[in-house]
């Protein structure tokens, strides 16, 4: 990524309404220019970061989706930890994490923890698979892309995946000196898409979606 | 002075930053609804904070996990769970422990009480640094709930029978809340009001 541009502040008169931005975070008025795959755009006001375009970004993201969504299916089906003590052995698998609290008056819990550590991750991706997918075609969007991609944004502080894995991280040293711990498929494959996960956000620039969306 | 979306008569949109006129109720590219960020204000800010804090007290209070092994019971608070990694040496995982359940809540709340109530005062703070510590508090905030994916992992794992079992207490729920209705506080409150009272200068 090559060094940054701030777009030039502008007065609005005499500009119409669909060749002006807002920045999101400070409101600061800017004309909608997308720079070039070599630059991004920040708002001179508050850093923020309006444009970081790059090339090849949506076959990028798209890719990242498609394995993030192979690995939550697969890690369903693996052993995730299992653990031994005197003779006595228990595996679990992520279903048996996300019950766990169902056992007692707790069942919001557990769909919470269903949510933000399965449904919301597979959601999202499954989202962006629909909202990309079309672009990367150089077709038309599908119906009701805009609610598919304004709600897989809604959600991203929810899915936790990442979050997760310092959880296995932290509960695997608890258990360390109480049982013998062996991690499962599942448990790798948890960490690459917590991984991946994080690597598709990072690569994906909304307002360069949104703009696209507009214009297909 | 830098003109802004609100300065030139317009309503921006937050989720995709398009302008419209002022009076406009919905985004016509994303959908998104326009909020007027002087009408809505910090109340909702306010509620879930208040609601959050709710949640924060009994989550401290209660235990977060129930531990039966063959010769003792044992339950342990948020606070008491670390104190016992510390004894047992895993200083590591105590700290991570104690900064995710503690320090991270308690400087959120801080926070976001300290931005709401000096939202126009500049003499103590710049835009700048009050912007900064909001992204802060709103990237940080979510990482909270790791406490409560350690429980559940362990109540799923430690479950040997009669000679181990480990299951959730009532902490772990009202801690779970109250990280959602915090998330929720800092969600909703406007970035764009830190900046407005540069405007009014």
């Not at chain 1, 003779?87 to 557990?110: A, K, N, Q, R, W």
């Not at chain 1, 597979?122 to 629909?130: G, I, K, P, S």
């Not at chain 2, 208040?50 to 989550?59: D, K, S, T, V, W």
């Not at chain 2, 300290?114 to 939202?119: D, G, M, Q, R, T």
């Amino acid at each position: 990524m090559g060094a940054w541009v701030g777009l030039n502040e502008v007065t609005a008169e005499g500009i119409a309404n669909k060749d002006l931005i807002a920045c999101r975070q400070c409101d600061a008025l800017y004309r909608d220019i997308e720079p070039d795959d070599e630059h991004r755009a920040i708002c001179s006001r508050c850093s923020a970061t309006l444009y970081a375009p790059r090339e090849g970004s949506f076959l990028q993201v798209f890719a990242f989706a498609l394995t993030v969504l192979v690995l939550i299916v697969a890690a369903l089906w693996f052993p995730f930890i299992s653990i031994s003590k005197a003779g006595l052995h228990h595996t679990s698998s992520i279903f048996d994490v996300v019950l766990s609290f169902s056992t007692t008056e707790m069942i919001p819990l557990t769909l919470a923890v269903a949510a933000m550590i399965l449904l919301l991750p597979a959601l999202r991706v499954l989202l962006t698979l629909y909202v990309l997918g079309p672009l990367l075609a150089d077709k038309a969007p599908l119906p009701h892309a805009a609610l598919a991609f304004r709600i897989s944004e809604r959600l991203r502080p929810w899915a936790m995946a990442e979050i997760f894995v310092l959880g296995v991280a932290v509960a695997l040293v608890k258990i360390h000196a109480l049982a013998h711990v062996s991690p499962g498929p599942a448990f790798w494959m948890f960490i690459a898409l917590a991984l991946i996960a994080t690597m598709q956000d990072r690569a994906a620039c909304s307002l360069t979606i949104w703009k696209a969306l507009e214009n297909k | 002075m830098i003109e802004t979306a609100k300065s030139a008569g317009l309503a921006a949109c937050t989720t995709c930053a398009r302008v419209w006129p002022h009076d406009q109720a919905r985004c016509d590219r994303c959908g998104s609804p326009i909020v007027d960020r002087d009408r809505r204000g910090l109340q909702p800010v306010w509620a879930w904070w208040f609601a959050g804090l709710l949640c924060y007290i009994p989550a401290n209070i209660y235990p977060m996990l129930r531990t039966k092994t063959l010769l003792a019971y044992q339950e342990n608070t948020i606070i008491g769970g670390a104190v016992e990694l510390v004894a047992h040496g895993s200083y590591g995982v105590a700290a991570i422990i104690l900064i995710a359940s503690v320090l991270i809540p308690v400087i959120k709340f801080l926070s976001i009480a300290y931005l709401a109530l000096n939202i126009r005062d500049r003499r103590r703070m710049s835009q700048h640094s009050r912007h900064q510590l909001y992204e802060v508090v709103e990237f940080v905030g979510r990482w909270s709930m790791v406490d409560v994916f350690v429980v559940a992992i362990l109540s799923s794992l430690i479950q040997l029978q009669d000679v181990a079992s480990i299951n959730p207490g009532p902490a772990a729920m009202t801690f779970a809340l109250s990280v959602i209705f915090t998330m929720l506080s800092a969600q909703s409150f406007d970035p764009r009001l830190i900046w407005d009272s540069e405007d009014q200068a």
